[in-house]
């Protein structure tokens, strides 16, 4: 079962919205999930993927946003126990 929340904890509190993008890391041909995101969060997540990037913490690429919706929850491939809470108190 995908999380019914957005991946986003902002001081120290989980962000409450239904998730409305899958977050992932297109590498190539490799497509990395990485979490989960409502409307509000989508440029706040960019912004700290790009700084994880440029520190080498996680795959270097695209960031894509798939909407959830489009997805369905069926669909979605990926392993959920790899979805990382994304925490802005450690941006
Ligand atoms: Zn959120």
Known sequence: MMPDKCSVMEEGKQCVNPPEFIV???DGTDEY???LTCQKHKSVVTGKLGILQSEGKI???KISFTPVKSVGTD????D??????????KL
Do not use: R
């Open 33 to 35: 999930m990485f979490g």
């Open 24 to 26: 992932s890391i297109v």
């Open 59 to 61: 795959h270097n690429g």
């Open 80 to 89: 959920v126990d790899d979805l990382v809470q994304i925490d802005m108190n």
């Open 75 to 78: 669909c979605v491939h990926g």
